[in-house]
């Protein structure tokens, strides 16, 4: 599986992203989904997961309430739709496929990243 994650920029405090990652593979749908980020000068952290089947999904509380973990497997893509976004928000975000989990170790393989950049 290969993944390719997109739709990172720079907004203002209170705006909004989706970012996408889309991937390649006939597995796809067989694997559940991770969205990680890591800022300057800290350890990559999880954001939300979702299961294969879509039927699970999991935020991290730090963005409880704003962000929303979303897949759709006829494209092969899963979505992370960021609300209402903080400075706090600014990271590289990270797409991973394996067991829908918070630990970074149970996932297989990974995205290149995409920066957000959250002005106040």
């Known amino acids: 599986v290969q993944l390719q994650a997109s739709g990172g920029g720079s907004v203002q405090a209170g705006g909004s992203l989706r970012l996408s990652c889309a991937a390649s593979?006939?597995?796809?749908?067989?694997?559940?989904m991770g969205w990680f980020r890591q800022a300057p000068g800290k350890e990559r952290e999880f954001v939300a997961s979702i299961s294969w089947g879509g039927a699970r999904t999991n935020v991290v509380d730090s963005v409880k309430g704003r962000f929303t973990i979303s897949r759709d497997s006829a494209k092969n893509t899963v979505y992370l739709q960021m609300n209402s976004l903080k400075p706090e928000d600014t990271a590289v975000y990270y797409c991973a496929a394996g067991d829908d989990s918070t630990w970074s170790g149970r996932y297989r393989y990974w995205g290149q990243g995409t920066q957000v950049t959250v002005s106040s």
């Open positions: 593979g006939r597995s796809f749908s067989s694997y559940g």
